[in-house]
């Protein structure tokens, strides 16, 4: 199934919807990070929930959302463009916790208390940003009740990621349903059931529920109206030519050290896990050039 991502509105633009496929991106987080279980169940979450929250988002638009907590996965950091890739990592990729008292992947412990952060840069001079402190830790009732408190807008989130025996992600994906001015008093009420009964979202993922399948089920009996459709893909904007920026902050000492040291700089970055490396005459080659800039 692809990794998919749906918009829609329902009841005169009162609601609003999004789901989200991202099966192949967590899974190419987990390879990427070398994550564990409740790694990947984590930074799948958030990579998920993060795609669900770019609506809107235009030209070279991007969200942050940074889940800061005192907790042993050492924070959780994800980004999502407006062309609809998303790139993030965690502190501790190799963290292991005990399942919870249901058999679950115990995220809430893995972050712990604190507060998620939301960066949105929409190309003004200052992004704007607001912080909420977290409800559970779990990712999906932080980000509904971030909406709450920072917009005003009524959500329900649903995020799984289903996780196999060797720790290869099976099922992954998510669903926003918003209540805009207007909606009719009780509509998440009773669309909230469907989000508390039956199977889990990662479940009838693996069960062959696409992103339209996943409307279908959570809407059911409302009608709604398909806006887009678009392909998702893990996706990172790193270059050499960034990190060789970076270089140039360091400073001719620390250059003329790592040049007699080692020959040569790697670097890696902590988004993609990439390794982009430096060899002596390229790091002759920034020294020159700041040591006649001076
Ligand atoms: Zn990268």
Same mark, same amino acid.
């Given at each position: 199934?692809?990794?998919?991502?749906?918009?829609?509105?329902? /009841?005169?633009? =009162?609601?609003?919807?999004?789901? +989200?496929?991202?099966?192949?991106?967590?899974?190419?987080?987990?390879?990427?990070?070398?994550?564990?279980?409740?790694?990947? *169940?984590? /930074?799948?979450? *958030?990579?998920?929930?993060?795609?669900?929250? =770019?609506?809107?988002?235009?030209?070279?638009?991007?969200?942050?959302?940074?889940?800061?907590?005192?907790?042993?996965?050492?924070?959780?950091?994800?980004?999502?463009?407006?062309?609809?890739?998303?790139?993030?990592?965690?502190?501790?990729?190799?963290?292991?916790?005990?399942?919870? *008292?249901?058999?679950?992947?115990?995220?809430?412990?893995?972050?712990?208390?604190?507060?998620?952060?939301?960066?949105?840069?929409?190309?003004?001079?200052?992004?704007?940003?607001?912080?909420?402190?977290?409800?559970?830790?779990?990712?999906?009732?932080?980000?509904?009740?971030?909406?709450?408190?920072?917009?005003?807008?009524?959500?329900?989130?649903?995020?799984?990621?289903?996780?196999?025996?060797?720790?290869?992600?099976?099922?992954?994906?998510?669903?926003?349903?918003?209540?805009?001015?207007?909606?009719?008093?009780? +509509?998440?009420?009773?669309?909230?059931?469907?989000?508390?009964?039956?199977?889990?979202?990662?479940?009838?993922?693996?069960?062959?529920?696409? *992103?339209?399948? /996943?409307?279908?089920?959570?809407?059911?009996?409302?009608?709604?109206?398909?806006?887009?459709?678009?392909?998702?893909?893990?996706?990172?904007?790193?270059?050499?030519?960034?990190?060789?920026?970076?270089?140039?902050? /360091?400073?001719?000492?620390?250059?003329?050290?790592?040049?007699?040291?080692?020959?040569?700089?790697?670097?890696?970055?902590?988004?993609?896990?990439?390794?982009?490396?430096?060899?002596?005459?390229?790091?002759?080659?920034?020294?020159?050039?700041?040591?006649?800039?001076?």
């Amino acid at each position: 199934m692809k990794d998919q991502i749906i918009r829609a509105t329902a /009841l005169n633009n =009162t609601i609003r919807i999004s789901s +989200v496929i991202t099966t192949g991106i967590v899974e190419e987080a987990r390879t990427r990070h070398h994550l564990s279980p409740v790694g990947c *169940a984590a /930074l799948g979450r *958030a990579m998920t929930a993060n795609l669900l929250m =770019t609506w809107g988002l235009k030209g070279e638009g991007s969200l942050t959302i940074r889940f800061l907590g005192d907790g042993p996965i050492g924070g959780v950091i994800s980004q999502a463009f407006s062309d609809y890739t998303v790139r993030g990592y965690v502190g501790n990729p190799d963290l292991d916790l005990p399942l919870t *008292a249901e058999g679950k992947l115990d995220v809430g412990s893995a972050i712990g208390s604190g507060q998620l952060n939301i960066t949105k840069d929409i190309g003004l001079k200052d992004p704007y940003s607001g912080t909420t402190d977290l409800v559970s830790g779990e990712i999906g009732d932080d980000i509904a009740q971030y909406y709450l408190e920072s917009e005003q807008i009524p959500s329900l989130v649903a995020l799984g990621v289903l996780v196999d025996i060797d720790y290869k992600v099976i099922a992954a994906g998510g669903v926003i349903v918003q209540a805009l001015p207007g909606a009719p008093e009780n +509509v998440l009420d009773l669309i909230e059931e469907k989000f508390l009964l039956g199977k889990g979202i990662s479940i009838l993922i693996n069960n062959g529920k696409d *992103a339209k399948g /996943l409307l279908d089920h959570y809407l059911e009996g409302i009608d709604y109206k398909l806006l887009e459709e678009y392909d998702v893909a893990y996706d990172c904007k790193c270059s050499k030519e960034r990190f060789k920026n970076g270089l140039y902050t /360091l400073g001719t000492s620390q250059l003329q050290e790592i040049i007699e040291n080692d020959g040569q700089c790697e670097t890696r970055c902590h988004f993609c896990n990439d390794m982009h490396t430096f060899d002596e005459d390229e790091l002759k080659e920034i020294l020159d050039s700041i040591q006649n800039q001076n």
